[in-house]
């Protein structure tokens, strides 16, 4: 089993829909958790980061944190075209130097 | 200011024939990782830099894979000889420091072996 799993997709929405994006895992030491945003031919960068459990809201993007059941999410309101990427789920413990990464799901926003 | 580059952003090579990727980090960047990222999933780390010590190359298959970090700046990545199954996405990330969360990634290395 792998630390962390994420659905691959696609996912494909309308605009402005809200988008719900998860991961699962099985580290119960990750503290540190973030959400990436790949474009196709692209390097992923950093979208959101929480630490330890609870809510962050970054304008249209809100990511969760359910420590209890090893859940995390990240959901996008008022989706956009521009939102079309791959997002994966990061994650790494305190003190701890590897970070490790979800597969990441293929987001689809239709105009 | 420049992020990550990273050279060549595709190489097609023959099966057996070396290759190698070069990147540059991020300036004052002390953290210096590889990562593979095979299609459809999640970048997976080769090796991990402090300056120009290798602190984590646990997931390098050194019999065909080598890197160096001369100086602590720039890295190359070397594979010889390549196999089909080395077909994947390089990327080099850094960060500040070792602990830090946030990662800053290069556009990546598209290997294709034929």
């Known amino acids: 089993q792998k630390e962390v799993e994420q659905d691959p997709g696609p996912l494909s929405v309308p605009e402005g829909a809200i988008v719900s994006l998860n991961c699962t895992y099985s580290?119960?030491?990750?503290?540190?958790f973030m959400w990436y945003r790949q474009y196709s031919r692209k390097g992923p960068e950093l979208l959101m980061y929480?630490?330890?459990?609870g809510n962050k809201e970054d304008g249209r993007f809100t990511a969760q944190v359910d420590k209890s059941s090893k859940y995390i999410s990240l959901f996008i309101r008022d989706s956009q075209p521009s939102d079309s990427a791959t997002y994966l789920c990061?994650?790494?413990?305190?003190?701890?130097?590897?970070?490790?990464f979800g597969a990441g799901t293929r987001l689809f926003v239709k105009a | 200011e420049a992020g990550v580059v990273q050279s060549p952003r595709y190489k097609i090579i023959e099966k057996k024939q070396p290759v190698a990727f070069w990147c540059n980090p991020i300036?004052?960047?002390?953290?210096l990782y590889w990562y593979r990222q095979n299609l459809g999933q999640g970048p997976e780390l080769l090796i991990r830099?402090?300056?120009?010590?290798?602190?984590?190359d646990s997931q390098l298959p050194k019999d065909r894979f080598s890197a160096e970090r001369l100086k602590g700046v720039d890295s190359t990545l070397k594979i010889q000889p390549a196999e089909l199954g080395d077909s994947a996405v390089y990327l080099c990330?850094?960060?500040?420091?070792?602990?830090?969360?946030?990662?800053?990634f290069g556009p990546g290395t598209r290997l294709t072996v034929t």
């Open positions: 990061a994650m790494k413990r305190t003190g701890g130097f590897k970070t490790i």
């Open positions: 580290n119960s030491a990750f503290q540190y």
């Open positions: 300036s004052g960047h002390n953290t």
């Open positions: 929480t630490y330890s459990s």
């Open positions: 830099y402090e300056n120009e010590e290798a602190v984590d």
């Open positions: 990330a850094s960060s500040f420091d070792r602990g830090d969360y946030e990662q800053y």
